[in-house]
């Protein structure tokens, strides 16, 4: 039987756009039209009734979530709890910028059962602040990580950017002893990419915008693999860290195949053998919604074949691998062992450091 195990719920507001961020967001600062957007969520959610839930994650993304206010996040929670199987001790994660919530608000959504939050921080230097478009400063952030602890929300994640044009390596480390300094439990460390369509990606094009090359961008993730081991953050995903026990349980149902809901604009979802996403639009998506249909923009059929390649793709990233009955062609295999790209342990196949800075032509000769 299909059980759906995990909620993503994509809030889109944002108080201003940055200029890297490839993710669906609308610069709008109205509790009108935020309350109006939560009751549509509801709305669409309701018309999953017919499916097996048994939700043991939440994850409200973005955007920026913790522009609602409190009571609009609790009141969905409880929606949820009061339609659908949820476990007692389910993993409710909250996407927050460091200058919105503070204390009153975290002890709020706490109460309201929200127990991660994810600090998008990105580096506490502030001239790579400025490089990055940000609107907050690294004071915003600690006030944030104390405010949480205090209203009793130990599970902290900070999100951490590198490849930034600027950024030495002596600038990357001196993020490392602030982040690993922290009473926080998790760290997310990506490298900045310029996507297509982006201010930052017009800017790279034009050459007004310099991203490292490919050496420097190794040789920092190898600086924030080893620092971060050095301090007891465990790397179990390519861009994640965390101390023992304290993985992002949804994200972990994403890249183990595990099937998931998300709802909201541009959100996508994986249920059977299909795979589905919402329109962009916010209008078009509550419009649908009023009349009772579903805002589906785009849903396609995954065949065995395609799962088996998904399970790939996914499963690389992770610290455990993938199973070696996923691999037809066992010798390309042995040569990526022989070349220290990967190692077997307990019949699954893992990618080492080497071997994840060039995951995406590892997954082309393996699949």
């Known amino acids: 039987m299909i059980k759906i195990t995990s909620l993503y719920i994509h809030i889109p507001f ?10 669906t967001s609308i610069v709008l600062l109205n509790e009108n039209i935020y309350s109006k957007y939560t009751n549509a969520l509801k709305k669409e959610l309701e018309l999953y009734k017919n499916l097996d839930f048994e939700i043991e994650t939440i ?35 909250i996407e927050a910028n460091p200058n919105t919530y503070r204390y009153k608000e975290l002890r709020e959504i706490k109460e309201y059962g929200v127990n991660r939050l994810s600090v998008g921080n990105q580096t506490f230097n502030r001239k790579l ?27 902290i994640n900070l999100d951490l950017i590198y490849g930034i044009q600027g950024q030495t390596l002596k600038d990357l480390e001196y993020d490392l002893e602030i982040y690993t300094s922290l009473p926080i439990k998790h760290i997310s460390a990506y490298m900045l990419t310029a996507y297509e369509g982006t201010p930052l990606g017009k800017l790279v094009q034009n050459n007004q915008y310099n991203l490292p090359d490919e050496k420097i961008t190794t040789e920092m993730f190898y600086i924030i693999d080893e620092f971060l081991e050095n301090k007891k953050f465990y790397r179990y995903e390519l861009s994640n860290w965390a101390k023992k026990e304290y993985e992002c349980k949804h994200n972990l149902a994403y890249w183990t195949d595990k099937y998931f809901l998300g709802i909201g604009v541009s959100a996508w979802s994986y249920i059977g053998n299909k795979r589905f996403g919402n329109t962009k639009n916010i209008y078009e998506y509550m419009r649908k919604l009023e009349k009772g249909e579903k805002p589906i923009e785009f849903e396609e059929i995954l065949t065995e074949e395609d799962k088996r390649l998904e399970k790939i793709m996914l499963g690389l990233r992770l610290k455990e691998g993938i199973d070696l009955s996923l691999i037809k062609n066992k010798e390309v295999l042995k040569e990526l062992i022989k070349e220290d ?11 080492t450091r080497k071997g994840l800075m060039v995951i995406n032509k590892i997954i082309e000769v393996l699949i």
Not at 134 to 150: C, F, G, I, W, Y
Not at 341 to 351: A, D, H, Q, T, V
């Open 14 to 23: 944002c108080s201003i756009k940055c200029p890297y961020c490839d993710f």
């Open 59 to 93: 994850y409200f993304g973005g955007g920026t979530p913790s522009l609602l206010p409190p009571h609009l996040i609790g009141e969905f929670i409880v929606f949820i709890e009061e339609n659908f199987k949820t476990f007692k001790n389910v993993e409710i994660t």
């Open 129 to 155: 602040l400025k490089s990055l478009g940000r609107d907050h400063n690294p004071e915003s952030t600690l006030q944030m990580v104390e405010d949480a602890l205090k209203a009793g929300i130990e599970n």
């Open 341 to 351: 790209f990967g190692y077997i342990k307990e019949n699954k196949f893992s990618l």
